[in-house]
């Protein structure tokens, strides 16, 4: 472990913000709390602020040596969960329903301790911006920063994301070149028959029935249609429809999520399940509506990037403790919509074993990880921009 003796002495201060973060947790675009305590800090190290990028959004700027020298952006985010925390930490969150159940409380004070000791060192030639943004969860905030200008108004050549990691060893890193998470689509379809007495079905069209044949169907998208070397999932996550035993429902709603890595396999996954739920529907006389919609594209880590992120990594945690071809993962992150405008890397950092999971109640995010986070990120910064 390569752990500056000035970034250890951080160690401290870094936790004390990371549990001020966590005791304040805000959903989406609300986090107006945390966005003050960002520009607060940046401008306490002398960075250059701009506020209001997608509501909540902070992206800071500092400069050093030579300003025709490479730019880079560093990405964090800010944003918490609608959940009830059950940790009984003394740091717990304070608003009810509300945690920071995914550590972006950890991401954020990872890359404030990185521009902290980054404007006290000054060891690096060209420009950084560190990007703090808004409601990662669900609402898209990657997507609305961009729409807004992020890489024109900060026009950096690359982009690099990080996300802590339980499950994965303490002092570890993990990440792959290609797609690391998986594009998020959404679907929901009604299903319509003709309701009636459930002892004299042939008088109506059995929606249950037809429910559970399409839903049954849905599974050979991924197991029949697809190319088995690129991963697809669907999951029905829901189904509404019945309110009594003795009554065939009209109609039955069911919903869920389709997950794939490749635009082949993202653009497929509609129009198949429009084929299979309609020809369902119409061998049993039922009808369908079907609404699809798609959300967080997949998470590309270009290749280049991903070397220099892995290099980083091993300069701080040594080369045994770089993975550099683990498993993608079907969860999502809108990190994405940075990485397919500019070339990029997202890397995790292992949070230990045996820890709670991400969204979990009883995660906690582990503050001993913090001076690696921000080591990880000095260490990109200064091996892209070498000071002359
Ligand atoms: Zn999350
Ligand atoms: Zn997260």
Not at 38 to 64: C, D, N, P, W, Y
Not at 167 to 180: D, E, N, Y
Not at 352 to 380: K, M
Request: proline share 5%.
């Amino acid at each position: 472990m390569n752990i500056k003796p000035e970034v250890a002495a951080l160690h401290d201060e870094l936790t004390q913000w990371r549990r001020e973060i966590h005791a304040h947790p805000e959903l989406a675009f609300e986090e107006t709390r945390t966005s003050d305590f960002v520009a607060q800090k940046l401008e306490e190290f002398g960075i250059e602020v701009h506020r209001g990028i997608a509501h909540t959004g902070v992206v800071g700027v500092l400069r050093s040596g030579d300003p025709d020298a490479e730019h880079i952006g560093l990405r964090a985010d800010m944003d918490a969960l609608p959940i009830e925390e059950q940790t009984n930490a003394e740091y717990s969150s304070r608003i009810p329903g509300k945690m920071h159940a995914c550590g972006h409380d950890g991401h954020t004070t990872m890359l404030l301790g990185a521009a902290k000791h980054l404007s006290r060192s000054g060891r690096f030639s060209g420009t950084v911006y560190f990007i703090f943004q808004p409601g990662e969860e669900s609402a898209g905030g990657g997507r609305v920063m961009v729409e807004e200008g992020l890489f024109e108004r900060f026009p950096m050549r690359s982009v690099y994301g990080m996300h802590n990691w339980p499950g994965i060893q303490t002092g570890v890193a993990a990440t792959l070149t290609g797609p690391v998470m998986a594009a998020s689509d959404t679907f929901s379809i009604t299903i319509t028959g003709k309701g009636g007495h459930a002892a004299m079905p042939h008088q109506g069209i059995d929606t249950v029935m037809v429910t559970c044949e399409a839903v049954g169907a849905l599974q050979t998208i991924a197991s029949r249609n697809c190319d088995p070397a690129d991963p697809v999932v669907v999951s029905v996550t829901q189904i509404h429809g019945g309110d009594a035993t003795n009554v065939i429902p009209q109609q039955v709603n069911i919903a869920g999520t389709a997950r794939t890595f490749s635009k082949n396999a993202r653009d497929m996954i509609e129009p198949a399940m429009r084929r299979i739920i309609n020809g369902v529907c119409a061998a049993h006389g039922a009808s369908a509506e079907f609404e699809f919609e798609r959300g967080y594209p997949a998470t590309v880590n270009s290749a280049h990037e991903t070397t220099l992120a892995a290099r980083a990594a091993a300069r701080v945690l040594g080369d045994g403790n770089v993975i550099h071809d683990m498993n993608p993962c079907m969860g999502s992150e809108d990190f994405a919509y940075m990485l397919e405008e500019r070339p990029g890397s997202y890397i995790w950092l292992g949070a230990g074993e045996g820890r709670a999971q991400l969204h979990s109640p009883h995660y906690d995010f582990n503050d001993e990880i913090l001076p690696l986070g921000v080591s990880y990120w000095t260490a990109l910064v200064e091996d892209q921009l070498p000071a002359e």
